[in-house]
């Protein structure tokens, strides 16, 4: 079987959960769109339900996945519907659901519900994506409570910013907010990951954590609460080929590396089918056989290279870790210029083995 695998610690995610809520303080909605970042949502969703306060997922696609799983806890449309079809469904699994923007509160008005909605209903306070402009946010909760098909509504918007501590505009947003809800008595939510571990002073009755619960940080510099979290996915395989090479020699394709010195070659069975990134370079970090060591020369398909100069107990079948407790994701992210985010969302092919349960 080919030993290329991702490991994922339910516990370390139960742990990292446990953090956002002890941190805001609130209630909180565990994101978990886009198969959980390549988590696997249905377990991950289990392993959190006895505890969740709810999830918030992408699509309503997903969200039926998780009902059909037996999931009962809310569920957060992020983006609410994306057709009025869909609100027939919404109501009767009881789904929560954003309304971003006014052709969705004119849908909710003009279509028929058979139980009332919980809407989260989104300001733009500056990210300038989604969300309704602050001089129509009043009105639109107004309409939305006289259309009589709501019976609660949850105050949100979202930060463009909050991973830049420095950044002004996080608080420029939190200012924003405030003023737009005054007056207004709802449940608040602003605080995504970065929100959660550096925004204190923003508001919220919920949070929404996402990447911080798969244990990678959202920020590019060290950060002491970014450094309680506990990485929840290990990308493992094993070396299958070692190869003596003398200095001058180029490994793999396009020749992108030549061995400045006599080098050890492994072979790794893992590629960018599999997600790892196309773009890692050259010194890429890799653990092998418990040591650091590097990538070398170009990723392809199914394998790719590491230096095994300086690690020689490393043979065939030495296992190496890609990314996971010793190697972070956000490490190799910076590497190949991306985000923790992407390097997990990209995660196929590999089968998903869960402990801790
Ligand atoms: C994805 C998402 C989140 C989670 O963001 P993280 O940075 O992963 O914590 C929170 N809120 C909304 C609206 C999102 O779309």
């Known amino acids: 079987?080919?030993?290329?695998?991702?490991?994922?610690?339910?516990?370390?995610?139960?742990?990292?959960?446990?953090?956002?809520?002890?941190?805001?303080?609130?209630?909180?909605?565990?994101?978990?769109?886009?198969?959980?970042?390549?988590?696997?949502?249905?377990?991950?969703?289990?392993?959190?339900?006895?505890?969740?306060?709810?999830?918030?997922?992408?699509?309503?696609?997903?969200?039926?996945?998780?009902?059909?799983?037996?999931?009962?806890?809310?569920?957060?449309?992020?983006?609410?519907?994306?057709?009025?079809?869909?609100?027939?469904?919404?109501?009767?699994?009881?789904?929560?659901?954003?309304?971003?923007?006014?052709?969705?509160?004119e849908a909710i008005e003009q279509t028929q519900v058979h139980k009332p909605l919980t809407i989260w209903l989104k300001l733009d306070s500056g990210m300038h994506r989604v969300g309704l402009h602050p001089k129509d946010y009043h009105e639109a909760y107004e309409r939305l409570l006289a259309s009589g098909k709501v019976s609660r509504i949850v105050l949100m918007s979202h930060f463009a910013r909050a991973d830049e501590p420095q950044a002004e505009t996080t608080a420029e947003q939190i200012a924003v907010f405030n003023s737009a809800r005054e007056g207004l008595a709802a449940?608040?939510?602003?605080?995504?990951?970065?929100?959660?571990?550096?925004?204190?002073?923003?508001?919220?009755?919920?949070?929404?954590?996402?990447?911080?619960?798969?244990?990678?940080?959202?920020?590019?510099?060290?950060?002491?609460?970014?450094?309680?979290?506990?990485?929840v996915m290990t990308l493992q395989s094993r070396v299958i080929s070692v190869r003596e090479l003398p200095a001058g020699a180029p490994v793999g394709y396009g020749a992108k590396f030549i061995s400045p010195r006599p080098t050890r070659v492994g072979v790794v069975a893992m590629g960018y089918a599999d997600g790892y990134p196309r773009h890692a370079p050259t010194g890429t970090p890799v653990l092998v056989a418990g040591k650091r060591s590097q990538l070398i020369g170009r990723v392809s398909m199914d394998m790719l290279c590491i230096d095994l100069t300086d690690v020689p107990e490393a043979n065939v079948g030495s296992p190496v870790e890609l990314w996971g407790k010793h190697v972070l994701a956000s490490d190799v992210a910076m590497h190949a210029a991306t985000i923790p985010y992407q390097i997990f969302c990209n995660l196929r092919r590999v089968p998903l083995d869960y402990y801790g349960e």
């Open 187 to 231: 449940e608040c939510s602003l605080r995504n990951s970065p929100g959660v571990l550096a925004w204190p002073q923003a508001p919220s009755d919920w949070v929404r954590p996402g990447i911080m619960l798969y244990g990678a940080s959202p920020f590019e510099a060290e950060h002491p609460q970014a450094a309680r979290l506990q990485p």
């Open 1 to 105: 079987m080919r030993p290329a695998r991702a490991l994922i610690d339910l516990q370390a995610l139960r742990h990292n959960y446990r953090l956002a809520r002890e941190l805001s303080g609130a209630k909180a909605l565990a994101v978990i769109k886009a198969d959980a970042y390549g988590h696997g949502a249905v377990r991950c969703a289990l392993a959190l339900e006895p505890e969740a306060d709810g999830f918030a997922v992408a699509s309503i696609e997903e969200a039926l996945e998780l009902r059909a799983a037996g999931i009962k806890a809310p569920i957060l449309l992020l983006e609410g519907f994306f057709e009025a079809s869909e609100l027939a469904l919404i109501a009767e699994h009881s789904l929560w659901c954003v309304v971003h923007s006014l052709w969705q509160l």
